[in-house]
T-cell receptor, first 106, second 117 residues
Framework: GIQVEQSPPDLILQEGANSTLRCNFS?????LQWFHQNPWGQLINLFY???GTKQNGRLSATTVATERYSLLYISSSQTTDSGVYFC????????FGQGTRLTINP | GAVVSQHPSRVICKSGTSVKIECRSL??????MFWYRQFPKQSLMLMAT?????????EQGVEKDKFLINHASLTLSTLTVTSAHPEDSSFYIC?????????????FGPGTRLTVT
């Protein structure tokens, strides 16, 4: 089945810093989603981005489908950005990566 | 738009009893819903795919007789954990994909934390 790898596994930054999270996947996909899991476990949809580039405020994402990777950029980090970020890929079914745990210190 | 709810949000039950978890798409119709399981500090693992009006498709290693899934309408899927045991304690999350939609995007519920004592 499809393999999904996220890096780095952990990231600790100071408030105001920028960060880049990476998601590599092993096969072509029709669906790629980025999520932020909040402390209560809720998955917040950040982007649906099987290809191309999207931006939403301080967040943006780029997926290069031909090279099988996606990047999530967070600019001017805030403490509320802390949590686990997952990418998930697939078509009918989603396979989740292991996540990146982001900690933003004040 | 695209809101998915789950009920209950948290449940504690005794070993040997059964627990039903509901997943509802509130503002769209979903022919396909998915059930995931997440253990502490781990990722989400797909348990089964639920299609309205037909039998669910279970992932390898998931006991279909233990995790009963029913998708009786375009807005409701239920997961029943039968004869629950402490090792079934976990965070269960459902998702839904919009019927007739052009995209494969899934929308996730807030999850149900099950504790079996």
């Amino acid at each position: 089945g499809i393999q999904v790898e996220q890096s780095p596994p952990d990231l600790i930054l100071q408030e105001g810093a920028n960060s880049t999270l990476r998601c590599n996947f092993s096969d072509s996909v029709n669906n790629l989603q980025w999520f932020h899991q909040n402390p209560w476990g809720q998955l917040i949809n950040l982007f649906y981005i099987p290809s191309g580039t999207k931006q939403n405020g301080r967040l943006s994402a780029t997926t290069v489908a031909t090279e099988r990777y996606s990047l999530l950029y967070i600019s001017s980090s805030q403490t509320t950005d802390s949590g686990v970020y997952f990418c998930a890929v697939g078509a009918q079914k989603l396979v989740f990566g292991q996540g990146t745990r982001l900690t933003i210190n004040p | 738009g695209a809101v998915v709810s789950q009920h209950p949000s948290r449940v504690i039950c005794k070993s040997g009893t059964s627990v039903k978890i509901e997943c509802r798409s509130l503002d769209f119709q979903a022919t396909t819903m998915f059930w995931y399981r997440q253990f502490p500090k781990q990722s989400l693992m797909l348990m089964a795919t639920s299609n309205e009006g037909s039998k669910a498709t279970y992932e390898q290693g998931v006991e279909k007789d233990k995790f009963l899934i029913n998708h009786a309408s375009l807005t409701l899927s239920t997961l029943t954990v039968t004869s629950a045991h402490p090792e079934d304690s976990s965070f269960y999350i459902c998702s839904a994909r919009e019927a007739g939609g052009l995209s494969y995007e899934q929308y996730f519920g807030p999850g149900t934390r099950l504790t079996v004592t």
